[in-house]
């Protein structure tokens, strides 16, 4: 039951998108009507069954639906099918209600002990819930109904208690998870007593995966219990539809219709638990509904004309477009001419890249400073053709090499990264597979680019490791991402970037998640390689040390646009636009430091 | 404040951490002695793993100490019990690093402010009245109480946090890189409000960070730590004009500047300082 849950609360101050998404969700509305019929008949029904359901109307033994006053017809013992099966609504609702709030009771609470104290909590806790799973719920139940006799009320709550691991496992997981938030930290520094923490905190953020567990269970809850009251085990005074079921089963050869009612009944609730179930979990995750290609061309057509569609899409161009002969001399290496990228949400749509143009020659570093949200990363994903699914690039055109990108077939442009264009990330961790050793990652990545044999490729592949200045490259090789250093991780992916010798090489962020002597060394190391492969280079920084440390010219961008441009030493020097000026302004280089401290005690009085 | 005008507010002696247990402990915190006086701020720089960010933990309660002792206001806090350590919640508070995860997703700006207040016991009526207050001194307009905290960005999110950690007008505030999440230009004005925030209420700040002009600029004091250990300690223009200890000046070097001239001098020192 663990798998596929949703992922903690994230945004609930999406909450009110989460409920209009489950109302556009047709099989989800269905089952919530469905689920408060069942509840309302549930509680109204003494006085809407139009007959007792107990009375026997011998002459309508097996009558077809609408004989007499029997709607649904008669059972085998002349009773009204329709007002048993309004009966035995009842104790279904019941047996959802109990087995649920039983099982979430014990498993909530002891998930969250067990997962917010940790230590003896949490080992007790999982022994409990452990041998708890390992109990056999059938045979106990029936073990039970000979002491008890039949108490369907009984007999779930004990399920409720065999249940209880399912809530358990999860919330502890979860618990765990939030345990580790700083805002739990922050609440606990605020002097909040744990109780109050694990109430209001951590049981707020995970209730979403909770409340879905529990529709799940309540339908589980009444199927197990129509299963139990068919196999004879409830109470044969009270109509229940697992009773029904199994008279109507005995009669299945004089009156078949009547296994349908009662099975219809039992496969609309529990199905409706289940679907119901499904939609919360889809739309807590945001699971956004997949368009088909074409929905997706005529969504963009519509907003931003055809040819934003066939750039977004790479349909404009079938044709091969890489050149088989270099580019017109003097030509710049990388250009970018009105490049706009846009984003499309409920919310209308956003401008991200807004027209910029870019050039970077061979041999030239170019920096491409802002701050977040400026576009620096969506320019050079645009670039590599890694831009995210939703993006849509309404217009403009990459050139790399006398090639044009964005009309450029998918086919095409892979075989161009990381032989003519190669990327360094911001994040080494996340860019290195965990599952994979370093070495078997970059012999992957240099076969692919090159067609190698795979002794060959290893061969590079620890050259480029020496080459970066990792120390012990064999040893290197053969570890998992998670044994070496983010530094190291850094040099890694540098070294697969640079192995197949490429021309250009983006840089995002290459040393913002770095300690400052790490990054120094890393930038060293950048430039020793551009040096040597005399590699086109544009990096994308928020650090104006960055720039200076290594660019030869600087653009500065700000929404979507470029600002200013110029070589560095003018930028610095002489900033004309005001964003860039303010930018630098910001930058606390040359703050004077603070002096001696001022009494408190003075300022107060 | 009577008593605390005397000696320093917080002071911490040999202070060890260990995390991990019995033979497979591992000590980040190799006895690290440091004083903070009222209204004063000390800068605690360090790499990723020098132990900074577990020193401002342990003065907050989040981690035991495995030895040394931790004194506040005169008074040793070093092993409180938890109803204790809630009373002292008035007096020491928390700035982190992550504005993104260090308030609930889940909960109204509104109930968070509350929250340290509520459980101080104060009245409704009147922690409402204080959240308005907090939120007008962090300048953030006073409909942000409704709202969640993913409708605000870095930098709002943090002046919410420093909101949250004035409520109960603490003597102490760790903040743990509060800026280095955000944006320059905001990195700049939110730094300004926490000193402005000192400068009005005299509150003492441990500020930890990575960043030398960071902490330059909020710093009176500034420690050194490196490998759990404190390296240097000194006043702010000279630890971080002046540096007199070699992995100082390896960290002085290798900090970027933003002029290319002095960034090539500054590389030219640091690579004669490695190759010694």
Redesign the interface.
């Given at each position: 039951m663990t798998a596929g849950l949703p992922e903690v609360?994230?945004?609930?101050?999406a909450r009110r998108r989460r409920v209009a998404t489950i109302l556009r969700n047709p099989l989800a509305v269905a089952s919530l009507v469905i689920l408060i019929a069942m509840i309302v008949v549930a509680v109204i029904g003494p006085w809407i069954q139009p007959n007792p359901p107990n009375a026997v109307q011998l002459q309508l033994t097996n009558a077809p639906p609408f004989t007499g006053g029997y709607l649904l017809g008669g059972d085998n013992t002349g009773r009204d099918i329709l007002s048993r099966l309004i009966a035995g609504t009842r104790g279904a609702a019941e047996a959802a209600l109990i087995l649920t709030v039983v099982a979430a009771a014990l498993g909530v609470t002891g998930g969250l002990v067990a997962g917010y104290f940790g230590k003896l909590f949490d080992s007790f806790g999982s022994w409990v819930f452990a041998v708890l799973m390992a109990c056999p719920g059938i045979v106990i139940l029936i073990a039970l109904y000979t002491v008890v006799g039949a108490s369907p009320n009984v007999a779930m709550a004990v399920l409720g208690v065999l249940s209880a691991p399912g809530f358990f496992w999860p919330v502890r997981t979860l618990t765990r998870t939030v345990r580790a938030?700083?805002?739990v930290?922050?609440?606990?520094?605020?002097?909040?007593?744990?109780w109050?923490i694990v109430g209001?905190?951590v049981f707020?953020?995970i209730r979403g995966p909770v409340i879905i567990l529990a529709a799940f269970l309540a339908g589980a809850a009444i199927s197990v219990q129509a299963a139990l009251q068919f196999l004879g085990l409830g109470n044969p005074a009270v109509p229940s539809w697992g009773g029904m079921l199994s008279d109507a089963f005995d009669n299945v050869y004089v009156a078949p219709v009547q296994l349908v009612w009662p099975g219809l009944a039992l496969g609309l609730v529990t199905a409706s638990f289940v679907l119901l179930g499904n939609a919360l979990r889809d739309a807590s995750q945001g699971t956004a509904v997949r368009q088909g290609t074409h929905g997706r061309r005529r969504e963009i057509k519509a907003l931003f004309g055809a040819q934003a569609a066939d750039l977004t899409l790479r349909t404009g161009s079938r044709r091969t477009t890489v050149p088989r002969k270099a580019a017109e001399p003097g030509a710049p290496l990388l250009r970018i001419d009105g490049l706009t990228v846009a984003y499309h949400s409920d919310n209308g749509a956003a401008t991200v890249v807004d027209g910029i143009s870019l050039e970077v020659a061979e041999g030239e570093v170019v920096g491409l400073v802002g701050?977040?949200g400026a576009g620096k990363t969506q320019a050079v994903f645009a670039t590599l053709g890694l831009l995210p699914e939703e993006a849509i690039v309404v217009g403009g055109s990459i050139w790399l090499d006398g090639a044009e990108l964005l009309r450029m077939p998918e086919k095409d442009l892979a075989r161009l990264r990381g032989a003519t264009m190669a990327y360094v990330p911001q994040e080494p961790m996340s860019n290195l597979d965990p599952s994979f050793t370093v070495g078997s990652q970059l012999v992957y990545g240099i076969r692919a680019q090159t067609g190698m044999r795979a002794g060959q490729a290893r061969e590079l592949a620890l050259s480029m490791l020496d080459r970066v200045g990792i120390t012990d490259p064999v040893r290197t090789f053969g570890c998992y991402p998670h044994q070496i250093s983010g530094g190291m991780a850094q040099r890694v992916l540098i070294a697969g970037a640079v192995a197949c010798k490429p021309r250009l090489l983006l840089a995002d962020e290459p040393t913002t998640s770095l300690?400052?002597?790490i990054?120094?060394e890393i930038?060293?190391l950048l430039r020793s390689l551009q040096k040597e492969g005399h590699m086109g280079m544009l990096i994308v920084t928020?650090?104006?040390?960055?720039?200076?440390?290594l660019c030869d010219r600087v653009l500065v961008m700000r929404s979507g646009k470029i600002v200013e441009e110029g070589p560095?030493?003018r930028v610095?020097r002489d900033p004309q636009h005001d964003y860039s000026k303010?930018?630098?302004g910001?930058?606390?280089?040359d703050?004077e430091?603070?002096?001696?401290?001022?009494?408190?005690?003075v300022?107060?009085a | 404040m009577p008593e605390a005008a005397a000696g320093p507010l917080l002071v911490t002696d040999e202070l060890r951490v260990a995390y991990g247990r019995g033979r497979k402990a591992h000590e980040v915190l190799h006895g690290v002695s440091v004083s903070v006086g009222p209204g004063e701020t000390l800068g605690l720089v360090g790499e990723s793993g020098s132990g900074k960010t577990t020193l401002g933990r342990a003065v907050l309660g989040l981690v035991p100490a495995s030895g040394g002792r931790i004194s506040f206001a005169g008074e040793e806090i070093t092993q409180l019990p938890a109803r204790k350590r809630r009373i002292l919640a008035k007096d020491v508070q928390v700035v982190f690093q992550d504005p993104y995860s260090s308030l609930n997703p889940a909960m109204k700006i509104q109930d968070i402010l509350r929250e340290p207040l509520l459980a101080q016991g104060l009245r409704r009526a009147d922690a409402n009245e204080r959240v308005r207050e907090l939120l007008d001194r962090v300048a953030m307009p006073a409909d942000t109480v409704d709202r969640y905290a993913r409708e605000f960005s870095g930098g709002q999110r943090q002046r919410i946090a420093i909101a949250r950690a004035l409520a109960l007008n603490p003597r102490l505030i760790v903040c743990d890189e509060p800026v280095s999440a955000l944006d320059l230009s905001t990195q700049r004005r939110v730094l300004d409000l926490l000193i402005e925030i000192q400068e009005r209420s005299g509150v003492a700040y441990l500020f930890i960070s990575h960043d030398l002009a960071v902490v330059r600029h909020v710093s009176h004091r500034v420690a050194v730590m490196y490998q759990g250990e404190i390296v240097e300690l000194g006043p702010a223009r000279q630890v971080t004009g002046q540096p007199r200890h070699s992995y100082t000046k390896r960290l002085w070097a290798a900090n970027l500047v933003a002029d290319p001239q002095e960034q090539s001098r500054r590389r030219d020192l640091r690579r004669s300082l490695d190759a010694v």
């Open positions: 609360a994230a945004a609930p101050g938030e700083l805002y930290d922050a609440a606990r520094v605020s002097g909040l007593p744990a109050r209001r905190h707020l953020t701050e977040s300690d400052v002597t990054q120094a930038l060293d928020h650090n104006f040390g960055v720039v200076a440390d560095v030493t610095f303010r930018l630098l910001s930058i606390l280089d703050a430091p603070r002096g001696a401290v001022v009494p408190a005690e300022a107060d | -």
